[in-house]
């Protein structure tokens, strides 16, 4: 009966996160005509505060092992990257096909848990991979001019972050959730502000609003699923995160008026059902 009932408070985070993310994704975009340097900083900028309070309060370490530098400014430098190609994204696709291009990195660690982590690749997780290719190219529609440039940035994004995610993968329980996102959030806002700097763009006292809300909801979605799998593991609930697709679609349409086209909803539907197959997989091969 205990397990049943963390598996649905793992649920209820899941779906917590994704409607977290979804949020910070509609902020990000609603914030405007500014350089994604500028809104990734005051979104890690407010994710770094949140995180060190939770450090403060918790006493856990701020910067973690010295064993664990290596991989955890891999993992801040990657993921840094995979955020600024996100927010390009998010401002120039429909918000659902930019979240659902982001939801691919999950093919891109079983490529390169298998490439960089030597794990074993079988053919149901190759096809699986193949299958969401397909999908994504539904979604892109490729016309070969650049108007297909945001979508190869969101693909890029769903890269690099599927980078700092083998990055985990490699610290595994090594270092505390709070130390983590602390020194992304650190890394993240240090090296932007340069680049920040040198493309600064006034912003109203309505866009830096828009920014911070960013940030917050942002640090739902980090948070929400760090106790989401605390409390049920990720071959149980991992396939909720995919309502962040259907959050970001009522968005989409409430607040920009907007929808994905029918070959966006196929390739949605080509994508979560490749990722469906993984996590059927995952769970009976893990159960």
């Not at 297909?148 to 083998?166: C, E, K």
Request: aromatic fraction near 18%; include cysteine.
């Amino acid at each position: 009966m205990e397990k049943l009932d963390n598996r649905y408070k793992g649920i209820i985070f899941i779906i917590i996160s994704a409607f977290g993310f979804a949020m910070m994704s509609a902020f990000v975009k609603l914030a405007g005509d500014l350089p994604s340097f500028q809104k990734t900083f005051f979104r890690n900028l407010v994710s770094c505060i949140v995180a060190l309070i939770f450090i403060f309060k918790n006493k856990h370490s701020f910067f973690g092992k010295k064993s664990s530098q290596k991989i955890l400014l891999l993992r801040s430098a990657l993921g840094t990257v995979g955020v600024i190609f996100n927010y390009y994204a998010i401002d120039r696709l429909v918000l659902s096909d930019a979240n659902m291009l982001n939801k691919l990195s999950p093919f891109f660690v079983i490529i390169f848990s298998a490439l960089f982590l030597k794990e074993k690749i079988n053919i149901r997780q190759i096809s699986a991979v193949l299958i969401a290719f397909i999908g994504t190219l539904f979604i892109i529609k490729p016309t070969f001019n650049i108007e297909i440039m945001p979508f190869i940035i969101g693909i890029l994004g769903a890269v690099f972050a599927a980078g700092a995610y083998t990055c985990l993968r490699v610290l595994g329980g090594k270092e505390n959730t709070y130390t983590v996102v602390f020194y992304f959030s650190l890394f993240s806002i240090i090296v932007i502000f340069p680049f920040m700097a040198s493309v600064y763009k006034p912003m109203t006292i309505l866009q830096l609003v828009y920014l911070l809300l960013a940030g917050f909801f942002a640090s739902i979605g980090q948070f929400g699923i760090t106790l989401a799998y605390k409390y049920a593991p990720a071959k149980e609930i991992s396939i909720f995160d995919y309502s962040n697709i259907i959050f970001s679609a009522i968005i989409s349409f409430v607040i920009f008026n907007t929808l994905p086209d029918l070959y966006s909803f196929i390739g949605y539907i080509i994508i979560f059902s490749a990722s469906y197959y993984i996590f059927r997989y995952n769970k009976k091969l893990l159960s």
